[in-house]
């Protein structure tokens, strides 16, 4: 199985993971994609959030870290060689499901395509100052 796997780690343009793990793996004809939360790739901060002077969250907005996470959800689908057509299955996690109307107008905005991926939307605690996190799988053919 080795031979058919390779991961996919970006420099400039999204994120660095925040662990020992790849931006995607490509397996066979299958991509995953690890979670992308709301950091900007240059700086590390993470965007759409307010902090006190002792780094508690005072506000968020959750349009901004949606597409936030989506831009760096497309660097690294882009980096595979695939777009967001070509995801079948996408997951996400919000950390407050009264978030869920704000986020699926932006999700809209990316996905306003035929036969858009499949979706789960789960209520989650992703790390750090993120209020939305996620991941998916895209589909690219090598026969």
Known sequence: ??????????????????GRYPHAVVAGDF??????????????ETIGVTLD????????????QTRAVLEN????VHASGLTFADLVDVTVFLRHMEDFD?????????????????RTTVESRPPGHNFIEIKATGYKPTR
């Open 53 to 64: 002077a002792h780094g508690k969250v005072e506000a968020y907005n959750i349009e901004v």
């Open 102 to 118: 704000a986020y699926n107008r932006v999700y809209g905005e990316y996905f306003a395509f035929p036969n858009p991926p499949a």
């Open 1 to 18: 199985m080795a031979e058919l796997r390779q991961n996919i780690y970006l420099e400039d343009d999204a994120p660095s993971p925040l």
């Open 73 to 76: 959800l497309r660097a690294v």
């Open 31 to 44: 991509v995953f994609y690890s979670g992308q939360g709301a950091r900007d790739p240059k700086s590390g």
